[in-house]
């Protein structure tokens, strides 16, 4: 063999060795790709998987936690990628079906060629919006109705009210609790679209919800700030212990109507208010107490202090 043929010879195995380099190195490129699928095609290249996935999510809510395992959700699918051991990764998003604004939450799980769940995380929960969730009702954060009254008869009978109390800067009035074990109530969100909502107690085996109509009333001749939070009030119940209130716009979410736990013109009590002269607002507190509980007072302690004492 002469000098060029060994030349053209090396020539062409080197072109042959690098179209198999080339060829590996695309073939490897499509297994990747293979195992990896996103939405819609996740589905259609891993259908068992995603549909173990799916129906798991669905038959295991409670996984969640408190305020979402007896709510209406919808799953998407956000990919699924193969693993070792013919293991697939399947990730999910999930979100309230109705009258929610905001970021899904989001979890995956690894499902076995038979379908079998082996892991489960979440890796988010969904997050609502906080202007559409305060329902947009008035511009106290969400809640409440500012009207103008006449300060020397609110509340004022021959008898005496003996619920209404009046403090430094304040008139108050607090209705008589009242407890259920959910709380239900319409209301509308900044666009107008009205909602049902619901709370529940965070241990429903041993507490109940207990509401209070609440209503302050500015009798000073400047404005009042007021910032009703938990530490805006305290219950004590029968035996002399004490309850703050729970925050009833974090606790709201979105569910079917339950008129057996409605509450009338239930409209959260949360947040900062400026009360100018002679205006009044009206909004209901909740706490969480015991099953069974019987109550003693309400001490108000937002903007000025009051103790409204039950019968």
């Known amino acids: 063999m002469t000098e060029e043929n060994r030349t053209e010879n090396d020539a062409v195995e080197e072109s042959d060795s690098t179209a198999d380099s080339a060829t590996a190195e695309s073939t490897e490129q499509v297994a990747r790709s293979a195992v990896f699928a996103f939405g819609d095609e996740a589905a259609d ?3 068992a998987q995603v549909d173990a996935a799916l129906k798991y999510a669905a038959a295991n809510k409670y996984e969640y936690g408190p305020h979402l395992r007896d709510a209406e959700l919808k799953w998407e699918i956000l990919s699924a990628e193969q693993m070792a ?22 979890e995956y799980m690894d499902i076995d060629a038979g379908g079998a769940v082996l892991a489960r995380r979440q890796v988010s929960t969904p997050k609502e919006n906080k202007p559409v969730v305060l329902m947009g009702i008035t511009a106290f954060s969400v809640v409440l109705a500012v009207v103008l009254v006449s300060l020397m008869t609110v509340f004022k009978s021959e008898g005496g009210d003996p619920l209404y109390v009046a403090g430094r800067t304040l008139w108050i009035r607090a209705e ?23 709370m529940k107690p965070d241990d429903e085996d041993n507490n109940e919800l207990v509401y209070i109509k609440i209503t302050l009333i500015n009798q000073t001749s400047g404005t009042v700030n007021l910032v009703i939070d938990e530490a805006a009030a305290t219950l004590l119940d029968g035996n002399r212990t004490s309850y703050k ?20 013109g239930f409209v959260p009590m949360w947040g900062s208010v400026k009360l100018n002269s ?15 509980s019987s109550y003693s007072e309400l001490r108000w302690a937002a903007a000025d202090s009051a103790v409204i004492r039950y019968r």
Do not use: C, H
């Open 45 to 47: 290249k891993f259908p």
């Open 85 to 106: 051991n013919d293991i697939v990764r399947v990730r999910l998003e999930f979100m309230p079906t109705s009258g929610f604004r905001g970021d899904p939450g989001s």
């Open 245 to 264: 209130p729970i925050d009833t716009i974090s606790r709201a979410y979105t569910a079917e109507n339950a008129p057996k736990y409605s509450v009338p």
């Open 176 to 198: 008589e609790p009242k407890q259920q074990l959910y709380i239900t109530y319409t209301g509308a969100d900044l666009n107008g679209t009205v909602y049902n909502w619901a």
């Open 278 to 292: 002679g205006e009044q607002v009206v909004g209901m507190l909740v706490f969480e107490l015991p099953s069974g």
